[in-house]
């Protein structure tokens, strides 16, 4: 008898393929699911720890820390530009003392002899300001999250409805009228890519109305809302035509206390989608880094919204949907709003 050999047929061997292939693509999806929730969850973490330091902070000190120092500039002289932030200031309660201690206070950290004294602590990653959803945050730009100075649009106030000011001012609890418990302290966002113009949320641009008036340079947007948003809509506008001068700073260090490199307003909702801007400065020539803009947008790459830590130390995921004044009333300390949980 003639042995029989069996075998798979083409046809046979395509319906499996074609199975795996289904599987796959079902899998797929919840593996990916499961680790953004895994990565979500340390993103939580790392503003719980930063909740924690910044709590500790004022149990030591008396105030939060101020939102940047002053320090002596590579020409002598005393500046509170390119200097230290609060969170190099809440190293010590973060578990970071070695990282501290390589600190030089006295001068600014950003350019000229202040960049060479703090060349040590330059480049040094600290994987608690870094969000794991970021895939570039770590590898040129240093940190993710930003303390929120208020819903003004002021860069150089130290006047501010925030938990923080840029310029040389410290707040306590009691200034927080509106209850920590609805206050952000620090919030995330997606950190700036060297080379890139237009990628959503990452890009800066400045140079869009040359000079500020008065009715524009506002302690609180509020008071001047419509012509906040007409501004910030031809800042988008200026970086989608290509025109104005864009810039990919966002987020570089977090040593340096600066808006949109450690401090952000809080005025646009997070992930906007009519705003997919990283901020804008509309002073300055084109050009002009991030540092002292006007305007920020907070995102992450987490689905729907992004993570914020609220001067009580409790973490809240606030969705991309969440109403524009309820987003502000969270970022203002003394506006008297009352807010619900359900509402963000």
Known sequence: MREVRRGFTLIELLVVIAIIAVLIALLLPAVQAAREAARRSQCINNLKQIGL???NYHQAVGTFPMGNTIGYSYVG?????????????MLPYLEQTPVYNSCNFNWNIWYGTGAQINATVWNVKVKSFLCPSDAIAGTDHLNNYYGNYGTGTNPWSNQ????????????????VTDGTSNTIAFVEALTGQFG???????????????????????????????GVMQVAQQCVQMIQSGKGGTNDDRGLRWQTGSPGLSLTTIIIPPNSPQFPIAGCRWDCSA?????FGHIFVPSSNHPGGCNAVFADGSVHFIKSTVNQ???MALGSTDSGEVLSSDSY
């Open 160 to 175: 501010t409805n925030g938990i923080f000011a840029p310029e040389q001012t410290a707040y306590s609890i009691a200034t």
């Open 325 to 327: 004044l309820t987003w």
């Open 287 to 291: 050009g002009c880094g991030i540092d």
């Open 77 to 89: 002289t005393q500046t509170t530009w390119g200097t230290f932030s609060s969170l190099a200031l």
């Open 196 to 226: 890139t113009s237009t990628t959503k949320w990452r890009t800066y641009v400045s140079g869009v109305l040359g000079s500020v008036p008065n009715t524009l340079l506002l302690n609180d947007a509020r008071q001047n809302l419509p």
């Open 53 to 55: 330091g910044l709590h």
